[in-house]
């Protein structure tokens, strides 16, 4: 006798849960990978001996967070999707969850692609500048939204006013991080410029002082 496997009704409920912890976990650890990334990045512009300890410390802190937060949260998310498939796998032949998992291969691929970013900075050799890590810590966020967006909206995905408004905010909060970001780079340069100016200024002031 072939007996069909179902679940208890309570375990779709109980999928979707540990599934919105996984994801909230893995998006946490991955937005804060990449800035861990970038001050380990902008670390290269200190002197030798500062410079040599904080590249250690931002190394561990990388590692601990991307193999004890931001992978663990991943494999939660994806065990408890296809948790929620096994009860409803008529999902897998509708239009938005098609769309949903070609955005979460994007999201894979992201995650895959800190490991080699991470790998490149612990040795040294990370082409990526600090403008650009901070660039492509955006991609996440709209990766979320869309994802979010198709599993609340579904097959009746909306394309109105609401959508480009939501679009353009999350374009516009990318622009300013970059802006401040930029104009705090200024604002130190312009400061260390003047530390500068000043230290020759005193140190011609006590020659011409000495001299007399
Ligand atoms: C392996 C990839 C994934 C699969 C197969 C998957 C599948 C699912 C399924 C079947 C549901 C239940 C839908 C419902 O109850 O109507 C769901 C819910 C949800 N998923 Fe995913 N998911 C995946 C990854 C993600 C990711 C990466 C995110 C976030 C960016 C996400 C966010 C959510 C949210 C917020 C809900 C709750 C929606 C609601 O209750 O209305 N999922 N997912």
């Given at each position: 006798?072939?007996?069909?496997?179902?679940?208890p009704?309570?375990?779709?409920?109980?999928?979707?849960?540990?599934?919105?912890?996984?994801?909230?976990?893995?998006?946490?650890?991955?937005?804060?990978?990449?800035?861990?990334?970038?001050?380990?990045?902008?670390?290269?512009?200190?002197?030798?001996?500062?410079?040599?300890?904080?590249?250690?410390?931002?190394?561990?802190?990388?590692?601990?967070?991307?193999?004890?937060?931001?992978?663990?949260?991943?494999?939660?998310?994806?065990?408890?999707?296809?948790?929620?498939?096994s009860?409803?796998?008529?999902?897998?032949?509708?239009?938005?969850?098609?769309?949903?998992?070609?955005?979460?291969?994007?999201?894979?691929?992201?995650?895959?692609?800190?490991?080699?970013?991470?790998?490149?900075?612990?040795?040294?050799?990370?082409?990526?500048?600090?403008?650009?890590?901070?660039?492509?810590?955006?991609?996440?966020?709209?990766?979320?939204?869309?994802?979010?967006?198709?599993?609340?909206?579904k097959?009746?995905?909306?394309?109105?006013?609401?959508?480009?408004?939501?679009?353009?905010?999350?374009?516009?909060?990318?622009?300013?991080?970059?802006f401040?970001?930029?104009?705090?780079?200024?604002?130190?340069?312009?400061?260390?410029?003047?530390?500068?100016?000043?230290?020759?200024?005193?140190?011609?002031?006590?020659?011409?002082?000495?001299?007399?």
């Amino acid at each position: 006798m072939l007996l069909a496997f179902t679940w208890p009704p309570e375990a779709y409920l109980w999928f979707k849960t540990l599934h919105i912890v996984g994801v909230v976990v893995w998006f946490a650890g991955l937005f804060y990978l990449v800035r861990l990334f970038i001050y380990h990045r902008e670390a290269a512009e200190l002197e030798p001996p500062i410079r040599a300890a904080f590249e250690a410390q931002y190394s561990l802190m990388e590692r601990r967070l991307a193999n004890i937060i931001t992978t663990p949260g991943m494999a939660v998310a994806v065990a408890m999707a296809m948790g929620l498939l096994s009860v409803n796998p008529a999902w897998l032949h509708q239009g938005w969850m098609h769309a949903k998992l070609a955005f979460v291969a994007a999201l894979l691929a992201y995650h895959a692609f800190c490991y080699r970013l991470m790998g490149q900075l612990q040795s040294g050799y990370c082409t990526w500048s600090g403008r650009q890590l901070r660039a492509l810590n955006e991609l996440p966020t709209l990766l979320l939204v869309m994802v979010v967006m198709l599993v609340v909206f579904k097959n009746q995905f909306p394309t109105g006013a609401a959508t480009w408004f939501l679009v353009a905010l999350v374009i516009a909060m990318a622009a300013s991080i970059q802006f401040y970001a930029r104009w705090r780079r200024l604002r130190s340069e312009k400061e260390a410029e003047t530390a500068r100016m000043a230290a020759v200024i005193v140190s011609d002031g006590e020659r011409s002082s000495a001299a007399g």
